[in-house]
């Protein structure tokens, strides 16, 4: 059985995949804190492994840190324990950067919000036998896709407005103006001083973690 948990109106998450990255993310992170917008940052562990800096940034400027895997690899096509290296080696470097630890989990590929292919459910299952929440994502404006400019970016966040609150960019790969329609993106829905993004309950969180985003959106099957 699947479960889908935290949609609230007028409230939207941003999240950014597939970093850190040196090009890319310290252009982001300025933008987010001259708009003081939270985000949340899916990374790859490997990219995590060349960006130590960068990590350490996202962490210290108030953003979540989600674990994406270690080399991106699409978890329904290897093996269960080849996926379990690749969690906890990101965890590890994460703890071992950051001192904390994190709980959430964004698939490679396969982060519908709506998973119904084995495809799709295969990861959700693995991430909660290692004890995380999957994160999916709602809106997906594709920004990585070829020749998509910032208006593009844009008016498909748009469009897709009703369809949930998690916005799915990237903060990795791409070009100049698919950046810009990233941070377009991120100065629209700061709404007023960015509380239009999600809230972040005290009561959320476990020791050792930061993490309050499983009170807007996540997925778990049992
Ligand atoms: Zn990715």
């Known amino acids: 059985m699947v479960k889908k948990y935290g949609k609230r109106d007028s409230v939207v998450a941003l999240s950014f995949d597939d970093g850190p990255d040196e090009r890319y993310t310290p252009e982001i992170l300025d933008i987010l804190k001259a708009a003081n917008v939270p985000a949340i940052f899916f990374v790859v562990g490997i990219n995590v492994e060349n960006n130590v800096g960068l990590l350490k940034r996202i962490y210290d400027e108030g953003h979540e840190i989600g674990n994406h ?71 997906d404006p594709q920004d ?22 998690i916005i799915l960019l990237h903060d990795a790969g791409g070009d100049a103006s698919r950046r810009s329609g990233r941070s377009r993106v991120s100065s629209r829905t700061s709404g007023s001083g960015g509380e239009g993004l999600w809230p972040c309950p005290s009561s959320w969180g476990r020791p050792g973690t930061r993490s309050c985003l499983p009170s807007l959106g996540t997925i778990s099957c049992s």
């Open 69 to 139: 895997t270690f080399t991106h690899p699409n978890l329904a096509l290897v093996n269960p324990e080849r996926t379990r290296v690749e969690l906890q080696a990101t965890r590890r470097i994460i703890e071992s950067i950051t001192g904390h630890s994190t709980i959430l989990f964004r698939p490679p590929y396969n982060a519908d919000s709506e998973p119904e292919s084995m495809e799709e459910l295969l990861p959700v299952e693995v991430g909660k036998e290692e004890n995380y929440y999957t994160v999916a994502e709602s809106i």
């Open 144 to 165: 990585w896709s070829e020749g998509v400019t910032a208006d593009t970016i844009v008016a498909r966040v748009i469009q897709q407005d009703a369809l949930g609150n």
